[in-house]
C-alpha cells in the first residue's frame, strides 16, 4: 500500500485543543424503553422478504427479545441508523452482499432487516461480555447485520466501542460508511501528496463531503463536480457551501462537459505541474469520460457507485495513452479484510470529528417512535432515490 | 560488402511512403565498436507506428540522414574492436540482440557500440531471437509485473494468433496457467485451433463463439478468470472483460481493433465496484524502465535457455528474403494492420547468409570421389543441390531414392504438376523446413504460382482464393496440414479427396508428401546449409519441366 500522506501541521495539535470546542450533546443514555411481561423488550424492524422497491417490500414487524441474554450477547437500543443509497440497492436485490433472509425475528415468511450502519447503545450485556458495559455506544464492525431497527441482540465480537464524548450519535451513526470510503479511497489507490489533486463526481453526496474534508486536512487540492440545479441560485449554493467544507473548485457537470474545461484545469494545476492523481466516480456515463480526461498521465480513477446507473466508456486514449488505471472500492470488503485498521481509522475520524475538523453531513432526521407509522418509515426510505435531496435520510430513534 | 538498410525521412501518412532502401558501406571500427549482420528482423506492429510517428521511442541511428527502423531482430558478430576484444563481452560468430529499443535492425549490417548489443546463445532459433525483445519479452511481463497470477488461474486474450500472445500462452504452461484464447472468427478454425492448442492453448475460441456464451461463461464453470489480456480494445476488449472473476485484473496492451480510437471499451459498475477488477494498461518501457539492464539481460539470456531447452517454440511468422522488396511486404503487411484485415503472420525479413553458414552436421559427398552408382544418382538433376550431397551419405539408400524422388515430378502421374507443388510447399512449410521452401519455389514459379502473392499464400496456407487456387489445391492442403498436425488424414478428407482427385492422385499426394517431409525432417537435422546461387537455374527449370509446363498449362486452360 502506498504510504499515508502526511499530515499537515496543524493537525499535530489535536489532542492539545480544549474539548469545549466540541459539540455537546445532552445524555441519550438513560432513557428507559418499552418493556413487555416479564421484562421482555418490544422491538421494531423494518424487514424485507423479498426484493423489490422499498415501497413494496418492507414492512414494520414486531417482536419481543427476552431478558435472559446469552452471556456473549448484548442488548442494544438503537439511536441513529441512516438510509445510504446502498440500503435501496440492497432491498432492490441489485447489490452484491445479499443478507440471509432468516426466521430469527419470527416474521412469516424468512425476511432480513433493511440498513447496514448505526450507532447503537448498550442496554444491558450477558454474563461473560467485558468490553463494553450498559450505557456504551456501539457501532457495528460489519455490514450486513440490518440496522433499521428500534433494539437487537448482538453479540460482544460483532460490535466496536466508540469513546461517545462529544459526539451525537448521528454522528457516530455515520462514520463506518462514508467517511471510511473517502479515506481508503484518497490513501490506498496512489501516493498522492501535499499540493496534488484529486478530482471527484457526486461532490455533495456523503462519501463526496468527507474525501473534501479528509483532502483539506490532507493538504490536498480537489475538484469538485455537482450537477446543475434546476435553480440557478440552487447551484450557486450548493458550490459554496463545498467551497466553505474546504474544495479547491467546485463545476458542476455541464462546466465539465464544456470544451474548454480541460483548459481550465490545466490553468488550475499550473500548467499542469501539479498531477490530478486521483479520480473518484460514484456517477458514471459520460461525464465520467469527461473527469476521466482531466486525470494526469498515469492516474487513477477510483470507482465506488453508479448513480446514474450508465456504464464507464473508456476511451483508447485514456488506458493506452494516458496510461490511467481503474479500480473499484467496496468499502464492506475491506472493512471485512482490514479489521485493525477499520477500527484505528474510525477513531480517527471520530476525533476529527470532535474537534470540528470534520462536520456533519446534512441530514434529514425522521424520528422513529414508538407509535410511528410503518407508512412514515417506508416513504424516508423510498425517498432516498430521488435526486436533489436536502440531506441523507437518517432514522432518529425517540421513544422506543 | 554491400550493405543495405531501409530508412525513411520523415514520418508518413503511409507507413511505406517515406521509407527508402539504401546501399551502404559500413564505416569503420571505432573503439568498443562492433559490426554485426543481421540475421532476422520482424516488422512488428510498433515498427508501423514507428513510421507514422506515433510510437514514444524514436530511431536512434541513422543513414544518409534517414532514420532506421526496426527495433528487434538477432545478428551475428562480424568483427569487433580490438578494445571490444580485450574486455571481452563480444567476439566474432556470437548471436547478438539490441539491448535497447531504437538500435535500427532493418538493415544488414551495422556498427554499433557493444553494449548495444547482447550476446544470447548460439543454439536459440534465430526466428525466436529475432523476436526476444518486442516478443517474448512483453509475453513474460505481462504474466510477471501485472497481476498476481496462482498456477490453476486462467487467462484470457485476444489476438491469440499473435506473436505475444503465442509466448503468452506457453509462458502461461510454464507457470501452471490456463489460457484461453480468443481469435477473430475464419473459415479455417480448425487449423489454427489445432495449431495454437499445439503450443499449449486449453481453448481456442472465435471472437463470435465468445460473445455467444454470454457473460462470465467460464466463471460459472467453475474456471478462476484473473488476467484478460487485450491487444484489440473495443468491442472485443470488452468481450473479455466480461468474463473475469472478482478480483482479476484487465489489461490492454494494443489497439489493433481501435487503431483511431473511436470506440473504446466499455466497464460496467459491477466490473469495477463489485468484481474489484482492476483496469490498466501495459507499457513494455515502462516495465522495462523498472529493471537494471543488468537484470534486462539476465531475463533475455533465460528466455534464450528457454528457447535451446525446448519450453518456447517457434511462434507462426512467416520468413521473407531481404531485399529491396520488403518494402512492398511491409506495405502490404501495414495496410493489413491499419485496415483490420484478417490473417496476417508476422513477417520476418531475413538476411541471405549464404557466405557465412557452414553449418551442416554430415560431410557433403561430392560426385566425383563418390561410387559410380552414387555419382550417376548425384546427377539426376541438371544442377548440384546440397540435399543430395547429404542423403548420399547413405550409399546404399541413395540411388534408389533418387528413383522415387524422381517420380514425385513424373509427367505421367495422375496429380498435376501444380498440385505436386502445393504437396510440396505446404510440407515445407508447416514443417518450418527453409531449404526445402528455397529449392522448390523456383520449380514452383515455373510451374505456374508465379507472383510473389500466391507463393505469399501458399507459405501462410491461404489458399481460398479462387483466382489462384483450385478446390483441389485446397483440399490437398487440408491432406498435408492433417497429416503433419494430426498424422492421419481424416475419413471425411479422404472420401473428399477419393472423390475430387481419384484413387491414384490421393495416394500420390500422400507419398509426395512423405518423401518431402522426410527430406525436410533431414535437411533440418543435419543444419543444412543454403545452395549457393545456381546460375540460369530458371531456364534449366523449365528445360527440365518442359513436358509438365505443357501439361499445366493445358490443364489451366481447361479449368
Ligand atoms: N463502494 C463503497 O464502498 C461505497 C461506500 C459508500 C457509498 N457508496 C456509494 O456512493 C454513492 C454515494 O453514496 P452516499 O451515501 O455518499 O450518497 P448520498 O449522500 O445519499 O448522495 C447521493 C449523491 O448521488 C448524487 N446523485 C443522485 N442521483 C444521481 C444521478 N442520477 N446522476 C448523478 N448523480 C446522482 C446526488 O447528487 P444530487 O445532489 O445532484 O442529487 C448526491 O451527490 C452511492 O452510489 C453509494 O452506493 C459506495
Ligand atoms: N504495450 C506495449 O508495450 C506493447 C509492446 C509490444 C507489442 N504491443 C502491441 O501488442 C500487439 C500485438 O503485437 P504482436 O507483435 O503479437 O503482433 P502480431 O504478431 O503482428 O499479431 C497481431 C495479431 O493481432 C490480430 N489482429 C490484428 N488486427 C486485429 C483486429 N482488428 N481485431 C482482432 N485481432 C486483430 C491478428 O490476428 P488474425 O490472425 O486474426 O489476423 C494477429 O494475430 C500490437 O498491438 C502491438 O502494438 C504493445
Given at each position: 500500500?502506498?504510504?499515508?500522506?502526511?499530515l499537515r501541521?496543524?493537525?499535530?495539535?489535536?489532542?492539545?485543543?480544549p474539548?469545549?470546542l466540541?459539540?455537546?450533546?445532552?445524555?441519550l443514555?438513560c432513557r428507559r424503553?418499552?418493556?413487555?411481561?416479564y421484562?421482555?423488550?418490544?422491538?421494531?424492524?423494518l424487514?424485507?422478504s423479498k426484493?423489490?422497491?422499498?415501497?413494496?417490500?418492507?414492512?414494520?414487524h414486531?417482536?419481543?427479545?427476552s431478558?435472559?441474554?446469552?452471556?456473549n450477547s448484548?442488548l442494544l437500543r438503537?439511536?441513529a441508523?441512516?438510509?445510504?443509497?446502498?440500503?435501496?440497492?440492497?432491498i432492490q436485490?441489485?447489490y452484491p452482499a445479499?443478507?440471509?433472509?432468516?426466521s430469527?425475528?419470527?416474521?412469516?415468511?424468512?425476511s432480513?432487516?433493511?440498513?447496514?450502519?448505526?450507532?447503537?447503545?448498550?442496554?444491558?450485556?450477558?454474563?461473560?461480555v467485558?468490553?463494553?458495559?450498559?450505557?456504551?455506544?456501539?457501532?457495528?464492525?460489519?455490514?450486513?447485520?440490518?440496522?433499521?431497527?428500534?433494539h437487537?441482540?448482538?453479540?460482544?465480537?460483532?460490535?466496536l466501542?466508540?469513546?461517545k464524548e462529544?459526539?451525537t450519535?448521528?454522528?457516530?451513526?455515520?462514520?463506518?460508511?462514508?467517511p471510511?470510503?473517502?479515506y481508503?479511497m484518497l490513501k490506498?489507490?496512489?501516493?498522492?501528496?501535499e499540493?496534488q489533486w484529486?478530482?471527484?463526481n457526486?461532490?455533495?453526496?456523503?462519501?463526496?463531503?468527507?474525501?473534501?474534508?479528509l483532502?483539506k486536512?490532507?493538504?490536498?487540492k480537489?475538484?469538485?463536480?455537482?450537477?446543475?440545479?434546476p435553480d440557478?441560485a440552487?447551484?450557486?449554493?450548493m458550490?459554496?457551501?463545498?467551497?466553505?467544507?474546504?474544495?479547491t473548485?467546485?463545476?458542476?457537470e455541464?462546466?465539465?462537459?464544456?470544451?474548454?474545461?480541460?483548459d481550465?484545469v490545466?490553468?488550475?494545476?499550473?500548467?499542469?505541474?501539479e498531477?490530478?492523481?486521483i479520480g473518484?466516480?460514484?456517477?458514471?456515463?459520460?461525464p465520467?469520460?469527461?473527469?476521466?480526461?482531466?486525470l494526469s498521465?498515469?492516474?487513477?480513477?477510483?470507482t465506488y457507485g453508479?448513480?446514474?446507473?450508465?456504464?464507464?466508456?473508456?476511451?483508447t486514449?485514456?488506458?493506452?495513452f494516458?496510461?490511467?488505471?481503474f479500480?473499484?472500492f467496496?468499502v464492506?470488503?475491506?472493512?471485512?479484510?482490514?479489521p485493525d485498521e477499520?477500527?484505528?481509522?474510525?477513531y480517527?475520524?471520530?476525533?476529527?470529528?470532535?474537534l470540528g475538523?470534520f462536520?456533519?453531513?446534512?441530514?434529514?432526521?425522521?424520528t422513529?417512535?414508538?407509535s410511528?407509522?410503518?407508512s412514515?418509515l417506508?416513504?424516508?426510505?423510498?425517498?432516498?432515490?430521488?435526486?436533489?435531496?436536502?440531506g441523507?435520510?437518517?432514522f432518529?430513534?425517540?421513544?422506543? | 560488402m554491400?550493405?543495405s538498410?531501409?530508412a525513411?525521412?520523415?514520418?508518413?501518412?503511409t507507413?511505406?511512403?517515406?521509407?527508402?532502401?539504401?546501399?551502404f558501406?559500413?564505416?569503420?571500427?571505432?573503439h568498443?565498436?562492433?559490426?554485426?549482420?543481421?540475421i532476422?528482423?520482424?516488422?512488428?506492429?510498433q515498427?508501423?507506428?514507428?513510421?507514422?510517428?506515433?510510437?514514444?521511442?524514436?530511431?536512434s541511428?541513422?543513414?544518409?540522414?534517414e532514420?532506421?527502423?526496426g527495433?528487434?531482430g538477432v545478428?551475428?558478430?562480424?568483427?569487433?574492436?580490438?578494445?571490444v576484444l580485450?574486455?571481452?563481452?563480444?567476439?566474432?560468430?556470437?548471436?547478438?540482440i539490441?539491448t535497447?529499443h531504437?538500435v535500427?535492425?532493418?538493415?544488414?549490417?551495422?556498427?554499433?557500440?557493444?553494449?548495444?548489443?547482447?550476446?544470447?546463445?548460439?543454439e536459440?532459433?534465430c526466428?525466436?531471437?529475432?523476436v526476444l525483445?518486442?516478443g517474448?519479452?512483453?509475453a513474460?511481463l505481462?504474466?510477471e509485473?501485472?497481476?498476481?497470477?496462482?498456477?490453476?488461474d486462467w487467462?484470457?486474450?485476444?489476438a491469440?494468433?499473435?506473436v505475444?500472445?503465442?509466448?503468452?500462452?506457453q509462458?502461461?504452461?510454464?507457470r501452471?496457467l490456463?489460457?484461453?484464447?480468443?481469435?477473430?472468427d475464419?473459415?479455417?478454425i480448425?487449423q489454427l485451433?489445432?495449431?495454437?492448442?499445439?503450443?499449449g492453448a486449453d481453448?481456442?475460441i472465435t471472437?463470435?463463439?465468445?460473445?455467444?456464451?454470454g457473460a462470465?461463461s467460464?466463471?460459472?464453470?467453475?474456471?478462476r478468470?484473473m488476467?484478460a489480456?487485450d491487444a484489440?480494445?473495443g468491442?472485443s476488449g470488452?468481450?473479455?472483460?466480461?468474463q473475469l472473476s472478482p478480483?482479476?485484473?484487465y489489461?490492454n496492451?494494443g489497439?489493433?481493433g481501435?487503431?483511431?480510437g473511436?470506440?473504446g471499451i466499455?466497464?460496467?459498475?459491477?466490473?469495477?465496484?463489485?468484481?474489484?477488477?482492476t483496469?490498466?494498461?501495459f507499457?513494455?518501457t515502462?516495465?522495462?524502465?523498472?529493471?537494471s539492464?543488468?537484470q534486462?539481460?539476465?531475463?533475455?539470456t533465460?528466455?534464450?535457455?528457454?528457447?535451446?531447452?525446448?519450453?518456447?517454440?517457434?511462434?507462426r511468422?512467416?520468413?521473407?528474403q531481404?531485399?529491396e522488396s520488403?518494402?512492398d511486404l511491409?506495405?502490404?503487411?501495414?495496410?493489413d494492420?491499419?485496415?483490420?484485415s484478417?490473417?496476417?503472420?508476422?513477417?520476418?525479413?531475413?538476411?541471405d547468409n549464404r557466405e557465412?553458414t557452414?553449418?551442416h552436421?554430415?560431410?557433403y559427398v561430392?560426385?566425383?570421389s563418390?561410387?559410380?552408382e552414387v555419382?550417376?544418382?548425384l546427377n539426376?538433376?541438371?544442377?548440384?543441390r546440397n540435399?543430395f550431397?547429404?542423403?548420399a551419405?547413405a550409399?546404399?539408400?541413395?540411388?534408389?531414392?533418387?528413383k522415387l524422388?524422381?517420380?514425385c515430378w513424373?509427367?505421367?502421374?495422375?496429380?498435376?504438376?501444380s498440385e505436386?507443388?502445393?504437396?510440396v510447399?505446404?510440407?515445407?512449410?508447416l514443417?518450418?523446413?527453409?531449404y526445402?521452401?528455397?529449392?522448390?519455389?523456383?520449380?514452383a514459379r515455373?510451374?505456374?504460382?508465379?507472383t510473389?502473392?500466391?507463393?505469399?499464400?501458399?507459405?501462410?496456407g491461404?489458399?481460398?482464393?479462387t483466382q489462384?487456387?483450385t478446390?483441389?489445391h485446397r483440399l490437398?492442403?487440408q491432406?498435408?496440414?492433417?497429416l503433419v498436425?494430426d498424422?492421419?488424414?481424416s475419413?471425411?478428407?479422404?472420401r473428399?479427396a477419393?472423390?475430387?482427385?481419384?484413387?491414384?492422385?490421393?495416394?500420390e499426394?500422400?507419398?509426395?508428401?512423405?518423401v518431402y517431409?522426410?527430406?525436410?525432417?533431414i535437411?533440418n537435422?543435419?543444419r543444412?546449409?543454403?545452395?549457393?546461387?545456381?546460375?540460369?537455374?530458371?531456364d534449366k527449370?523449365?528445360?527440365?519441366?518442359?513436358?509438365?509446363i505443357?501439361?499445366e498449362?493445358?490443364?489451366?486452360?481447361q479449368?
Amino acid at each position: 500500500m502506498p504510504q499515508l500522506p502526511t499530515l499537515r501541521a496543524s493537525n499535530r495539535s489535536i489532542a492539545a485543543l480544549p474539548r469545549a470546542l466540541a459539540p455537546r450533546h445532552g445524555p441519550l443514555t438513560c432513557r428507559r424503553f418499552k418493556s413487555g411481561p416479564y421484562g421482555y423488550t418490544q422491538a421494531k424492524a423494518l424487514v424485507y422478504s423479498k426484493y423489490g422497491e422499498p415501497a413494496d417490500v418492507l414492512s414494520l414487524h414486531t417482536h419481543s427479545i427476552s431478558p435472559s441474554l446469552p452471556s456473549n450477547s448484548l442488548l442494544l437500543r438503537a439511536l441513529a441508523t441512516p438510509i445510504n443509497p446502498a440500503d435501496i440497492n440492497q432491498i432492490q436485490g441489485v447489490y452484491p452482499a445479499k443478507p440471509p433472509f432468516t426466521s430469527l425475528l419470527g416474521t412469516s415468511e424468512p425476511s432480513a432487516v433493511g440498513g447496514n450502519e448505526g450507532c447503537f447503545e448498550v442496554a444491558s450485556v450477558g454474563a461473560s461480555v467485558k468490553s463494553v458495559s450498559k450505557g456504551d455506544w456501539i457501532i457495528m464492525k460489519h455490514t450486513g447485520f440490518g440496522t433499521w431497527r428500534t433494539h437487537t441482540l448482538a453479540e460482544e465480537s460483532d460490535v466496536l466501542k466508540v469513546n461517545k464524548e462529544g459526539l451525537t450519535p448521528i454522528q457516530v451513526g455515520t462514520v463506518s460508511v462514508n467517511p471510511c470510503t473517502a479515506y481508503r479511497m484518497l490513501k490506498d489507490f496512489e501516493d498522492i501528496r501535499e499540493g496534488q489533486w484529486f478530482i471527484q463526481n457526486g461532490a455533495n453526496s456523503g462519501v463526496g463531503r468527507a474525501a473534501i474534508q479528509l483532502g483539506k486536512q490532507w493538504g490536498l487540492k480537489s475538484i469538485n463536480i455537482i450537477r446543475d440545479r434546476p435553480d440557478p441560485a440552487a447551484t450557486e449554493a450548493m458550490k459554496k457551501e463545498l467551497l466553505e467544507l474546504g474544495a479547491t473548485k467546485v463545476v458542476t457537470e455541464s462546466e465539465l462537459m464544456d470544451k474548454g474545461f480541460a483548459d481550465q484545469v490545466k490553468e488550475w494545476t499550473n500548467g499542469g505541474r501539479e498531477k490530478v492523481k486521483i479520480g473518484l466516480n460514484c456517477v458514471g456515463g459520460k461525464p465520467t469520460s469527461a473527469l476521466v480526461k482531466c486525470l494526469s498521465p498515469s492516474g487513477h480513477l477510483v470507482t465506488y457507485g453508479g448513480m446514474s446507473k450508465q456504464p464507464l466508456q473508456l476511451p483508447t486514449a485514456a488506458l493506452i495513452f494516458k496510461d490511467l488505471k481503474f479500480s473499484g472500492f467496496w468499502v464492506s470488503r475491506w472493512s471485512d479484510a482490514n479489521p485493525d485498521e477499520k477500527r484505528r481509522m474510525v477513531y480517527e475520524i471520530l476525533e476529527m470529528t470532535r474537534l470540528g475538523m470534520f462536520k456533519d453531513v446534512p441530514v434529514q432526521q425522521l424520528t422513529w417512535d414508538w407509535s410511528t407509522e410503518e407508512s412514515v418509515l417506508k416513504d424516508a426510505v423510498q425517498g432516498t432515490l430521488g435526486g436533489f435531496r436536502a440531506g441523507k435520510g437518517v432514522f432518529v430513534y425517540g421513544d422506543t | 560488402m554491400s550493405a543495405s538498410a531501409l530508412a525513411f525521412d520523415k514520418v508518413g501518412s503511409t507507413p511505406t511512403e517515406n521509407l527508402h532502401f539504401h546501399h551502404f558501406d559500413p564505416p569503420d571500427l571505432q573503439h568498443n565498436e562492433v559490426l554485426i549482420e543481421m540475421i532476422a528482423a520482424p516488422v512488428n506492429p510498433q515498427d508501423i507506428m514507428v513510421l507514422l510517428g506515433r510510437y514514444p521511442v524514436s530511431p536512434s541511428f541513422k543513414i544518409y540522414e534517414e532514420s532506421i527502423p526496426g527495433y528487434d531482430g538477432v545478428a551475428r558478430v562480424a568483427s569487433v574492436h580490438p578494445s571490444v576484444l580485450t574486455n571481452g563481452t563480444l567476439k566474432p560468430g556470437d548471436l547478438v540482440i539490441p539491448t535497447r529499443h531504437g538500435v535500427g535492425t532493418w538493415r544488414t549490417h551495422a556498427v554499433l557500440p557493444a553494449n548495444l548489443l547482447l550476446k544470447i546463445s548460439p543454439e536459440v532459433d534465430c526466428r525466436i531471437a529475432a523476436v526476444l525483445r518486442m516478443g517474448v519479452t512483453p509475453a513474460y511481463l505481462l504474466l510477471e509485473d501485472m497481476a498476481v497470477l496462482r498456477p490453476g488461474d486462467w487467462i484470457i486474450q485476444n489476438a491469440a494468433s499473435g506473436v505475444i500472445a503465442q509466448f503468452v500462452t506457453q509462458f502461461a504452461q510454464i507457470r501452471g496457467l490456463h489460457t484461453i484464447s480468443v481469435v477473430r472468427d475464419r473459415e479455417d478454425i480448425e487449423q489454427l485451433r489445432a495449431e495454437l492448442q499445439s503450443r499449449g492453448a486449453d481453448i481456442v475460441i472465435t471472437q463470435s463463439e465468445l460473445e455467444a456464451k454470454g457473460a462470465a461463461s467460464f466463471e460459472k464453470e467453475g474456471k478462476r478468470i484473473m488476467l484478460a489480456l487485450d491487444a484489440v480494445f473495443g468491442h472485443s476488449g470488452s468481450a473479455l472483460a466480461t468474463q473475469l472473476s472478482p478480483d482479476a485484473t484487465y489489461i490492454n496492451y494494443g489497439s489493433l481493433g481501435d487503431p483511431q480510437g473511436t470506440v473504446g471499451i466499455q466497464i460496467t459498475q459491477q466490473q469495477l465496484f463489485w468484481k474489484q477488477i482492476t483496469f490498466k494498461n501495459f507499457r513494455l518501457t515502462q516495465c522495462l524502465g523498472m529493471r537494471s539492464q543488468a537484470q534486462i539481460n539476465d531475463m533475455m539470456t533465460w528466455f534464450g535457455e528457454l528457447a535451446v531447452k525446448g519450453f518456447l517454440q517457434i511462434p507462426r511468422v512467416e520468413t521473407v528474403q531481404w531485399s529491396e522488396s520488403v518494402i512492398d511486404l511491409i506495405r502490404l503487411q501495414s495496410e493489413d494492420i491499419l485496415r483490420g484485415s484478417k490473417f496476417t503472420s508476422k513477417i520476418m525479413a531475413s538476411w541471405d547468409n549464404r557466405e557465412v553458414t557452414n553449418r551442416h552436421l554430415l560431410p557433403y559427398v561430392d560426385a566425383e570421389s563418390a561410387p559410380p552408382e552414387v555419382a550417376a544418382a548425384l546427377n539426376t538433376l541438371p544442377f548440384q543441390r546440397n540435399i543430395f550431397k547429404l542423403l548420399a551419405n547413405a550409399q546404399v539408400n541413395f540411388p534408389p531414392f533418387m528413383k522415387l524422388l524422381a517420380t514425385c515430378w513424373n509427367p505421367d502421374l495422375s496429380l498435376r504438376s501444380s498440385e505436386y507443388q502445393v504437396t510440396v510447399l505446404r510440407t515445407a512449410s508447416l514443417l518450418d523446413a527453409p531449404y526445402e521452401w528455397d529449392v522448390n519455389e523456383p520449380v514452383a514459379r515455373v510451374l505456374g504460382f508465379d507472383t510473389d502473392e500466391k507463393l505469399h499464400l501458399i507459405r501462410i496456407g491461404d489458399l481460398s482464393n479462387t483466382q489462384f487456387f483450385t478446390p483441389r489445391h485446397r483440399l490437398i492442403s487440408q491432406m498435408v496440414f492433417q497429416l503433419v498436425h494430426d498424422n492421419v488424414v481424416s475419413e471425411a478428407t479422404m472420401r473428399q479427396a477419393i472423390e475430387l482427385l481419384g484413387n491414384a492422385a490421393t495416394m500420390e499426394v500422400m507419398m509426395i508428401h512423405g518423401v518431402y517431409s522426410m527430406l525436410a525432417r533431414i535437411m533440418n537435422s543435419v543444419r543444412i546449409d543454403f545452395d549457393p546461387p545456381i546460375p540460369g537455374l530458371e531456364d534449366k527449370l523449365r528445360k527440365y519441366n518442359a513436358v509438365a509446363i505443357q501439361k499445366e498449362k493445358e490443364a489451366a486452360a481447361q479449368d
